[in-house]
């Protein structure tokens, strides 16, 4: 049995993401208590919490970034760490980014070419199709594609970044505050794009902080502040009583 974690679908399958019982912790600190979630492909989810809440971490958690101390993180029932073939793309947050790196538009996009390819195989013609539907997706496409990344807005800047993780036609995106300082307009772009990434049977999770704009961009919640205050649809769980526990309260170590 593979352990590439495909993402095609049979007769209306839908893959899920699950995680039971994740504990992180960075030295002695608690970062991540007792996280348990399951999200499908076809929806998107905000995580919602105050600062130190452990938000961050868990999109690391996710990707193999930062080492579980326990429990555990699968998708389609198998462990992500065995996953291959770039189902998962990450975006860090914005001053994590090297944006002075002499590199375009277009070499960033297909930078997430690069998980398909492996260590021998040559960029074809799949692959430059793969990144010129991005960068059209993206609307990054014609004199943009060949623009250097720091001459780019932030909302240019976001757009660049997803449509790497559109080219490796990855099948989970976790979005480290994709939405910070963006103004009106390039949050509503970045809202109806990523919309349409979870209309295309991706799996979309983003921290968010904008709670007045939150129902209006994803399907799902899950309130935490290092452990789970509430999570599931929106209609559900993005309540003020939840709100309100999660921004007012600190577990105990």
């Given at each position: 049995?593979?352990?590439?974690?495909?993402?095609?679908?049979?007769?209306?399958?839908?893959?899920?993401?699950?995680?039971?019982?994740?504990?992180?912790?960075?030295?002695?600190?608690?970062?991540?208590?007792?996280?348990?979630?399951?999200?499908?492909?076809?929806?998107?989810?905000?995580?919602?919490?105050?600062?130190?809440?452990?938000?961050?971490?868990?999109?690391?958690?996710?990707?193999g970034l930062v080492?579980?101390?326990?429990?555990?993180?699968?998708?389609?029932?198998?462990?992500?760490?065995?996953?291959?073939?770039?189902?998962?793309?990450?975006?860090?947050?914005?001053?994590?980014?090297?944006?002075?790196?002499?590199?375009?538009?277009r070499g960033v996009?297909?930078?997430?070419?690069?998980?398909?390819?492996?260590?021998?195989?040559?960029?074809?013609?799949?692959?430059?199709?793969?990144?010129?539907?991005?960068?059209?997706?993206?609307?990054?496409?014609?004199?943009?594609?060949?623009?250097?990344?720091?001459?780019?807005?932030?909302?240019?800047?976001?757009?660049?970044?997803?449509?790497?993780?559109?080219?490796?036609?990855?099948?989970?995106?976790?979005?480290?505050?994709?939405?910070?300082?963006?103004?009106?307009?390039?949050?509503?772009?970045?809202?109806?794009?990523?919309?349409?990434?979870?209309?295309?049977?991706?799996?979309?999770?983003?921290?968010?902080?904008?709670?007045?704009?939150?129902?209006?961009?994803?399907?799902?919640?899950?309130?935490?502040?290092?452990?789970?205050?509430?999570?599931?649809?929106?209609?559900?769980?993005?309540?003020?009583?939840?709100?309100?526990?999660?921004?007012?309260?600190?577990?105990?170590?």
């Amino acid at each position: 049995m593979s352990n590439s974690c495909g993402h095609s679908h049979n007769d209306g399958q839908k893959h899920e993401l699950r995680i039971e019982g994740l504990n992180v912790s960075y030295r002695s600190e608690l970062a991540l208590k007792d996280i348990s979630l399951q999200a499908s492909c076809g929806r998107s989810l905000a995580l919602v919490g105050p600062n130190g809440a452990g938000k961050s971490t868990l999109l690391k958690a996710i990707a193999g970034l930062v080492k579980r101390r326990s429990g555990s993180v699968t998708w389609d029932g198998k462990d992500t760490l065995k996953c291959r073939g770039g189902e998962f793309s990450y975006l860090p947050q914005h001053d994590e980014v090297n944006w002075n790196f002499p590199i375009t538009v277009r070499g960033v996009v297909e930078m997430g070419r690069y998980p398909q390819l492996g260590a021998y195989k040559k960029f074809g013609e799949d692959d430059r199709i793969a990144v010129e539907e991005a960068l059209e997706m993206m609307e990054m496409d014609g004199k943009l594609a060949r623009r250097q990344i720091s001459e780019l807005s932030g909302g240019q800047k976001q757009r660049a970044f997803i449509a790497r993780a559109v080219a490796q036609r990855a099948h989970v995106l976790l979005l480290d505050e994709p939405f910070s300082g963006l103004d009106h307009d390039h949050t509503a772009n970045l809202s109806r794009l990523l919309r349409s990434l979870a209309a295309e049977d991706r799996l979309v999770i983003a921290s968010h902080h904008d709670l007045g704009t939150l129902t209006d961009i994803f399907d799902d919640v899950m309130i935490l502040n290092r452990e789970v205050v509430a999570s599931g649809s929106c209609a559900e769980a993005f309540t003020k009583e939840n709100l309100n526990q999660a921004f007012s309260h600190r577990i105990n170590e």
